[in-house]
């Protein structure tokens, strides 16, 4: 499939369009220390075990706001990488799905003038589930009013997983 003969192109974030510069274990040090406060312990957890976590223990909101902030910081000084330039250049509707916070993808957007390209944004706080369930990916096509076959290029397995259990065809970086 080329990106030609598709209804939408949806890309992932982090290590497809930009590198978030985020120190991911200092973030997981600090969500953990938010979970003991609340008395549960994350101690052995990643930090999507804590989200888990979070959730069952009504903290969520909370670790959000840490993760998200890290996140905003490190889309405001990311790096570029070779993919953002061709989010200009598509003549269907483009997509971003992405395990980040919907703000920091907004941020890391803006930042590289990609903003105005993209037509629809499903981070991980803006659907119920995350990646690689299906329906982050479904919904991002639901906004782009995907009629038709589409394409999600992403740069791990989670992305790929993703696509499949979504029937949309993808493509590495
Ligand atoms: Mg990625």
């Not at 040090?29 to 990643?46: K, M």
Request: with cysteine.
């Amino acid at each position: 499939m080329t990106r030609d003969d598709v209804s939408a192109v949806v890309y992932d974030f982090d290590g497809t369009l930009v590198d978030l510069v985020v120190d991911w274990n200092a973030v997981a040090e600090e969500v953990a220390d938010v979970l003991a406060t609340g008395g549960v312990d994350a101690s052995d957890a990643d930090l999507w075990r804590m989200l888990d976590l979070a959730d069952e223990a009504d903290l969520r909101p909370t670790v959000e706001d840490v993760i998200s902030a890290h996140e905003c910081d490190g889309a405001r000084q990311s790096t570029r990488l070779r993919h953002a330039d061709l989010v200009a250049d598509h003549d269907v509707p483009v997509g971003v799905c992405s395990l980040n916070a919907e703000a920091a993808c907004r941020v890391g957007l803006e930042v590289h003038d990609l903003a105005g390209h993209v037509d629809a944004v499903v981070g991980r706080d803006s659907v119920a589930t995350r990646k690689p369930d299906p329906e982050p990916l479904i919904a991002t096509l639901r906004r782009l009013d995907a009629d038709g076959d589409a394409l999600f290029v992403g740069d791990s397995r989670r992305d790929e997983l993703t696509a499949e259990r979504a029937g949309v065809a993808f493509e590495w970086v």
